[in-house]
C-alpha cells in the first residue's frame, strides 16, 4: 500500500492545488454531461462556477511554488495538463452543453483545445529560452490558456439570461452538411489568439 502512495508523497503543496485545478475542471466536465442528460439549468451553472475556482487554484499554485521555491519539471507538466482540463476541454463541454453543438461548431471547439494544447506544449519546451537573467519566465509567446475564463464568463452570462440552446445568442446558420452558430467563433478567436508568436504579453 506505501508502495501505490510513493508518488504522492513526492508532491508538494503547489502540486495539490494544481490537482484541485483539475478536478474542478472535470467536476464542469461531469456538470456539462449531468445537465445534457437531465436538462437541469442548476448543474449547467455549477460547472461554469468551477471554472473560476479553477482559475483561483491555478494562481495559487504558481504563487505557492514560488514561496516555497519548489517549482520544478514535474510541477510545471502537472499544472499544463490540469490547464488542458479546466481551461481547455471544460469550457469547450460547457460550450456544447450550451447548444454549440453543430457540426461546424464541433471543429471550431475542437480547433480550440488543440490550440490550447499546442499552446501550452509550446511554452513548457520553450520556458528557458524565454527566461530572464533570474531564470524566470518573463512573458507569455500568445494569451495563455487560463484568459479561456472569459469565454466561460460570456457563456454563464448567455445562460443566466435563458440565451441558450435554440434560444442562444445570434442564432445559428446553415452552412453546408452542418450548422454554424456565430458565438461559437470567440472560440476560434481565443484559440488563435493563444497559438500567436507575435503577441507577447508581460508575466506577472
Excluded at 7 to 24: K, P, S, V, Y
Excluded at 33 to 58: E, K, N, T, W
Excluded at 113 to 137: H, I, P, W
Excluded at 168 to 177: E, N, R, S
Aim: glycine residues 10%.
Amino acid at each position: 500500500m506505501r508502495r501505490h502512495f510513493s508518488m504522492l508523497r513526492e508532491f508538494h503543496l503547489a502540486d495539490w492545488f494544481t490537482l484541485a485545478n483539475a478536478i474542478c475542471g472535470m467536476g464542469a466536465i461531469f456538470a456539462s454531461m449531468h445537465y445534457l442528460q437531465f436538462g437541469l439549468s442548476r448543474s449547467l451553472m455549477v460547472g461554469m462556477g468551477l471554472i473560476p475556482l479553477a482559475f483561483i487554484f491555478d494562481a495559487l499554485d504558481g504563487r505557492i511554488a514560488r514561496w516555497r521555491n519548489s517549482a520544478g519539471t514535474l510541477g510545471r507538466e502537472l499544472d499544463s495538463l490540469a490547464d488542458v482540463i479546466s481551461f481547455g476541454v471544460a469550457p469547450a463541454a460547457l460550450a456544447y452543453a450550451c447548444g454549440l453543438h453543430g457540426g461546424w461548431d464541433w471543429l471550431v471547439l475542437s480547433y480550440f483545445v488543440g490550440c490550447g494544447v499546442s499552446r501550452l506544449a509550446r511554452y513548457n519546451v520553450t520556458a528557458e529560452q524565454l527566461s530572464g537573467d533570474e531564470g524566470k519566465v518573463t512573458h507569455f509567446e500568445g494569451t495563455p490558456i487560463p484568459t479561456s475564463l472569459v469565454l466561460v464568463v460570456v457563456l454563464a452570462v448567455a445562460a443566466w439570461q435563458g440565451a441558450i440552446g435554440e434560444a442562444i445568442w445570434f442564432g445559428a446558420l446553415q452552412l453546408g452538411p452542418w450548422k454554424l452558430h456565430p458565438l461559437v467563433l470567440m472560440f476560434a478567436l481565443s484559440g488563435s489568439l493563444m497559438i500567436s508568436k507575435t503577441l507577447r504579453i508581460p508575466k506577472p
